[in-house]
């Protein structure tokens, strides 16, 4: 057992690491969706120029490393509704949950982008 791999209560964040094995059809479909996605995004953003461009990156770029992992168990009372008082490990919890639903469109998008490109690498 690692010293560092004692359960606490406590979520962490982790980094991409898996290996992912789709079918090229659903990396394909899913490559448009995420096409979709960040045209309506140029679309309707007022920002214009570099600003909107390096905003996008960085959120794809966290989506793709980034990975929280909250400990669903210890959401707080009521299945996170309400804050424990008594305990820290709650609300740093319920701010992981968080943290991933946001950065789970980032994930989708930046993760098809990245089998979609890698068919093009297995296939040469």
Known sequence: MDRFDYDDGVGKIGLHTSERNYSPWRIILCFF????????????????GLPLLAIAV???????FINPRPDYNNMGWLGGLID????????YNRFLAF???????????????V???G???RSV
């Not at 946001?102 to 982008?113: C, E, K, N, T």
Request: proline share 6%; charged share 10%.
């Open 99 to 113: 943290l991933k639903f946001f950065l789970l469109p980032g994930r989708f998008m930046a993760q098809s982008l």
């Open 84 to 91: 424990d008082p008594f305990q820290f490990s709650d609300g």
């Open 115 to 117: 089998d979609f490109f």
């Open 58 to 64: 960085v959120y794809l770029l966290m989506g793709y």
């Open 33 to 48: 969706i995420s096409l979709a996605i960040l045209a309506a995004y140029f679309y309707f953003t007022p920002l214009e």
């Open 119 to 121: 068919i093009f690498t």
